[in-house]
């Protein structure tokens, strides 16, 4: 086990932000801290980084007590939202930074530093950019320094805020797949702070999630995707649809139709049922079901999106093949019936 | 920003005046004239009128240049102590929290609007004969009222915010994250300081430390309160001005005057060229 974080707690203010959060990582392991704003993943980043202390609870790396040491010395890399970068400093003295500030015993030689800053800024396809200043780079380019910033003091853990939160979408994916390459070829423990399910899902050996505050799950992206331990993860993980429901004898009960129950099996009673948009089979005229009248079908895409009102009020957006979706139009009196749905 | 339309229409609104424009840019510009350039032109008028002989006789003569002398001794000193004020008070403010923040920005802030004679009353006040602090202070042999020291004191106490002022707007626009992330770096406080905080706000701290030279040269009402007026010992140049003046001693008074101005016009050209310089480092720092 890599780093390790014992039942941390945080509060500012008097507003609980962590609570007793418990988690680690293995050596060399990619893992994503998920969760949506004012879940305490920043916070928790800066713990382990060294930017907050928390009010109780341990966090260790390589069994050694993290906490008793101050920033500076934790030899961990931490890459900030908004990059961070030295403005006055061009590239290359951004990256030499961390070597410069070394003890000078322990200083690499100026032909040393020169060499490993060139190195860095080729790790990171920026070569020959070295001279320029920050605000002469792209968002993108400003990343990448910022990164290579933060691997120059060869650091144990490497720690990234929402890396791709301030880039446009194009840009995001590209980098998103060269990050999870170089991951592999530098095989550096990292944690990575994000909002976006996707990227999560995408690029992390593990995925935790949080929300206010608390682990809600933590499991590889396949396990917390299709074993979502909580209403919380399933609805955050992807578009869902919830609707009441009956549980009796071991089925969901919907509006007359029985739907089989996927996950855990709550007791019999009200509760309520979610499931995905394409989770969905639609049939024209009245049957055991949710009666629905179509309210719009939109067929530009891979698949149709078709927006129902329901009878019994509310609405439902679901996914639809196209050949399915064809067959309906406005205003068309349909039954709307769950595949599987899952109940918390 | 990311609105190409709404881009354009701003600088077509930039460049089309308009007439109401045009009537405001007249009203300031006029104002101006009346309230500033002519008075400034004036001063230098009169005191070249009885000729350049007799100015650089008022100039060198000794009072004056001793009250030239005490001025800058006063800048010398005050000005680096605000300085050094200045950054550490913005350091504190905006790279530390802690309670009693808004009380220390509030109080950083009350040389400017308490008037500067009340500032010097303070000060009689405490160190007078008289004063609080009087008996002891006369016990261990200090003089501060009536003395260059107190000159000094009050001057430093009335330009105090000037450079603070300067530095904490944009400590706080700039944030703490390159503070942070040269610690995550490995850098202590003090590199941290003299290689990313301090290169982020130089422009910013200059121009600051120009006002208060500007605003420690000029200063009259404090200085006049604790200042014994002895010319040749206790005058600085604003209060020679004064006692020249009236002294019917027009030539004179104009003169040291002008030098006065001459000096603020030079700080002002100097905070000019930086203004410029400094803008064109926030343009950076906003594309950054």
Redesign the interface.
Known sequence: MALKIENISKTFDATPVLRDISLFTEDGEFLALLGPSGSGKTTLLRII???EQPDAGAVRFRDKDLLAKP????????V?Q?Y?????MTAAQNIA??MN??PRKLRPSRREIRDKVAELLSLVQLDGLGGR???QLSGGQRQRVALA??L??EPDLLLLDEPFGALDAKVRRELRRWLRDLHERTGLTTIFVTHDQEEALELADRVALLREGALEQMGTPEEVYHEPASAFVFDFLGDSVSFPCEIKGGVAVIAGAGVPIIGPHPNDGAATAYTRPNGFDVSPGDGPGLAARVRSVLLAGPDARVDCVLDGGGAIEMRLPLDVARKLAPRDRVTVTPRTVRVW | MSDPSRLERRSHAARDPGPMAAVFVVLTVGFMAVALILPLLAVFVEALSKGVGLYLNAISESDALSAVRLTLLVVVIAVPLNTVFGLTAAWAVTKFEFSGKQLLLTLIDLPLSISPVISGLMFVLLYGAHGWFGPELRAMGIQIIFDVSGIVIATTLVTLPFVARELIPLMQAQGK??E?????????TW?TFW??TL??IRWALLYGVLLCTARAMGEFGAVSVVSARVRGETATMPLEVEILYNEYNATGAFAIASLLALFALVALIAKTVLENQFAGDLA??R??
């Open positions: 980084a060294g930017l920033v500076r010395e934790r030899r961990i890399g931490l900030f908004h961070a970068l030295f403005r006055h930074f961390g500030a070394k200043y920050p605000s910033r933060a120059a003091i | 994250d390159e942070y992330a040269a610690a995550t770096l490995g850098a202590s590199r290689q990313v290169p982020n950076a720092q594309r950054h």
